[in-house]
T-cell receptor, first 113, second 112 residues
């Protein structure tokens, strides 16, 4: 089955810095890669996703890049703010109509003022 | 439109007790999922239901059973709870043909 590795497990940055979280996947058939943000005590919420036919996607301060050849994808957050502090999860799936997701183990991002 | 709801929010069980976690969605989604979340382990799929009337095992199904009661509801049952099942349980749903899963608020379960 699919295996998703995520690094780093923790990341501390100063407000205004950029943050990068990286994930690798094992199944070359995976074609959908979402990123979820989970604040303390809350549910995971989708923040951005990318499909295998696209190399990069941006939404304001966040962007995701995908390298299918290397089987890795990354989340980039620019101009970080304290409210960006949370746990971020990457995931991968094959779009089969019901999309079972395999998650990475998460990255705790701490943005200090 | 409440989205995905879960009950209870928190539960304490003794080893060997049984309980059912309830999940419901009002978004007319076809597929539903149960995950468990443990510190440092991410979210792991327990069971899923691709459509009403079908259920399949995920990565960590041992010790659990599920029922897809109807299109809206998907329950998770622990027949004989063990301390290793202490976790936060999330239900999620997805509209067929789409890819985004929407999560419920979670159930925190403590097994003593």
């Amino acid at each position: 089955g699919e295996n998703v590795e995520q690094h780093p497990s923790t990341l501390s940055v100063q407000e205004g810095d950029s943050a990068v979280i990286k994930c690798t996947y094992s199944d070359s058939a995976s074609n959908y890669f979402p990123w979820y943000k989970q604040e303390l005590g809350k549910r995971p919420q989708l923040i951005i996703d990318i499909r295998s036919n696209v190399g990069e996607k941006k939404d304001q301060r966040i962007a995701v890049t995908l390298n299918k050849t290397a089987k890795h994808f990354s989340l980039h957050i620019t101009e970080t703010q304290p409210e960006d502090s949370a746990v971020y999860f990457c995931a991968a799936s094959k779009n089969s109509g019901y999309s079972t997701l395999t998650f990475g183990k998460g990255t705790m991002l701490l943005v200090s003022p | 439109n409440a989205g995905v709801t879960q009950t209870p929010k928190f539960q304490v069980l003794k080893t060997g007790q049984s309980m059912t976690l309830q999940c419901a969605q009002d978004m007319n989604h076809n597929s539903m999922y149960w995950y468990r979340q443990d510190p440092g382990m991410g979210l792991r799929l327990i069971y899923y239901s691709a459509s009403e009337g079908t259920t399949d095992k995920g990565e960590v199904p041992n010790g659990y059973n599920v029922s897809r009661l109807n299109k809206r509801e998907f329950s998770l049952r622990l027949e004989s709870a063990a301390p290793s099942q202490t976790s936060v349980y999330f239900c999620a749903s997805l509209f067929s043909g789409k890819e985004t899963q929407y999560f419920g608020p979670g159930t925190r379960l403590l097994v003593l």
